[in-house]
């Protein structure tokens, strides 16, 4: 139980300060999503 707890507010901590606004998540899935498409069509 400790170590899921652990994990949870490791990558909580890393989430935060990744994309530390809106924005910025939004920026991020967008990449994301831009990533997962180029790579389905082959045109990376």
């Given at each position: 139980?400790?170590?899921?707890?652990?994990?949870?507010?490791c990558a909580?901590?890393?989430?935060?300060?990744?994309?530390?606004?809106?924005?910025?998540?939004?920026?991020?899935?967008?990449a994301a999503?831009?990533?997962?498409?180029?790579?389905?069509?082959?045109?990376?």
């Amino acid at each position: 139980m400790r170590n899921i707890l652990v994990l949870a507010v490791c990558a909580a901590a890393l989430a935060v300060s990744a994309c530390n606004t809106v924005r910025g998540v939004g920026a991020d899935v967008e990449a994301a999503g831009e990533g997962i498409q180029c790579g389905a069509q082959g045109r990376c």
